[in-house]
């Protein structure tokens, strides 16, 4: 069986500070894929990140950037420099490849970003 | 390009009343989801579909709730009779042949059962 784990539910910053969102998985595969999700107060899901199981490499999107580690299991977010527009609720969600495989989420990180 | 497209975006409608959710998928992405969101329970997959077939609709709540996908680029998710615990958003979503591919999602039906 596969779960997502994002301990934090609300995080609250202060414009410009730093802030890392953790998510914690477990799965049996060997192969699986890992995602996260942004969902501002419109309410739409926005894709952010997909993460092969198999590619540990830290990625880099302007501000935001991701940091895989296999060892204990873990795909945590950190946004540098967090600005109001990042307020939004944050889901970590896992597949694996089979044809029956679910994309599982994780219950959500609220983010308020405060100016 | 076009993304997933759900109606109606809210909807308030009586208990015992027939509800019917529509969703258009991204064209050319072949397996379509649904998902409902709810403070209690977070998000669910109800069921989805691959090349407009079911796969897995092991997520479907109860007899109520039934999904049909007739062709590539329609699906509906019908409640019937509704009740107010169905009260929550329905994303619809989509991807290409999923086995871990990225899935893009609606802006969601928020639903309203009084």
């Known amino acids: 069986a596969q779960k997502v784990t994002q301990a934090q539910t609300e995080i609250s910053v202060v414009e410009k500070e730093d802030v890392t969102l953790d998510c914690v998985y477990e799965?049996?595969?060997?192969?699986?894929?890992l995602f996260w999700y942004k969902q501002p107060p419109s309410g739409e899901l926005v894709f952010l990140i997909r993460?092969?199981?198999?590619?540990?490499q830290n990625e880099i999107s302007g501000r935001y950037s991701w940091n895989f580690q296999k060892s204990t299991s873990s795909f945590n977010f950190t946004i540098t420099a967090s600005q109001v527009v990042d307020s939004a609720v944050y889901f970590c969600a896992l597949s694996s490849t089979g044809a029956n495989s679910k994309l599982t989420f994780g219950k959500g990180i609220t983010l308020s970003v405060r100016p | 390009d076009a993304g997933v497209i759900q109606s109606p975006r809210h909807e308030v409608t009586e208990m015992g009343q027939e509800v019917t959710l529509r969703c258009k998928p991204i064209?050319?992405?072949?397996?379509l989801f649904w998902y409902r969101q709810t403070m209690m329970r977070g998000l669910e997959l109800l069921i989805y579909?691959?090349?407009?077939?079911?796969?897995?609709d092991s997520g479907m709540p109860e007899d109520r709730f039934s999904a049909k996908m007739p062709n590539a680029s329609f699906s509906t998710l019908k409640i019937q009779p509704s009740e107010p615990r169905d009260s929550a958003v329905y994303f619809c979503a989509s991807s290409v042949q999923w086995y871990g591919n990225t899935i893009y999602f609606g802006e969601g039906s928020w639903l309203t059962v009084v």
């Open positions: 993460r092969n199981s198999f590619d540990e």
């Open positions: 064209s050319g992405h072949n397996s």
């Open positions: 799965t049996r595969d060997t192969t699986y894929y």
């Open positions: 579909f691959n090349n407009n077939v079911p796969i897995d």
